[in-house]
């Protein structure tokens, strides 16, 4: 089998699996790490205006992404997004 030479980020925005994944940790309010995959993150349709401290997007690992991260990891769920029906 040829080995694809999209990047990885790419190829995951087009895997319905890892879409569904991403999905279901949104949903169920869990914090989201994506570094360099904003590409996922507008397939999976959760770009918003709105900010969501729970959603740490990156491109590659730095200081204010780890600060960031770490913060979010504080709180175990981020309830704010919560709605019923689930928006995605």
Same mark, same amino acid.
Do not use: W
């Given at each position: 089998?040829?080995?694809?030479?999209?990047?990885?980020?790419?190829?995951?925005?087009?895997?319905?699996?890892?879409?569904?994944?991403?999905?279901?940790?949104?949903?169920?309010?869990?914090?989201?790490? #994506?570094?360099?995959?904003?590409?996922? @993150?507008?397939?999976?349709?959760?770009?918003?205006?709105?900010? &969501? $401290?729970? =959603? /740490?997007?990156?491109?590659?690992?730095?200081?204010?992404? #780890?600060?960031?991260?770490?913060?979010? @990891?504080?709180?175990?769920?981020?309830?704010?997004?919560?709605? &019923? $029906?689930? =928006? /995605?």
């Amino acid at each position: 089998m040829a080995k694809s030479k999209r990047p990885a980020q790419n190829r995951l925005a087009t895997d319905g699996r890892a879409l569904e994944f991403v999905k279901d940790q949104y949903r169920h309010c869990k914090l989201v790490l #994506v570094l360099s995959g904003a590409r996922l @993150l507008d397939k999976a349709e959760l770009l918003s205006e709105d900010p &969501d $401290p729970g =959603l /740490v997007v990156g491109h590659g690992i730095d200081a204010s992404v #780890v600060d960031a991260f770490i913060e979010a @990891l504080g709180q175990h769920r981020h309830c704010d997004r919560e709605s &019923d $029906p689930p =928006l /995605v």
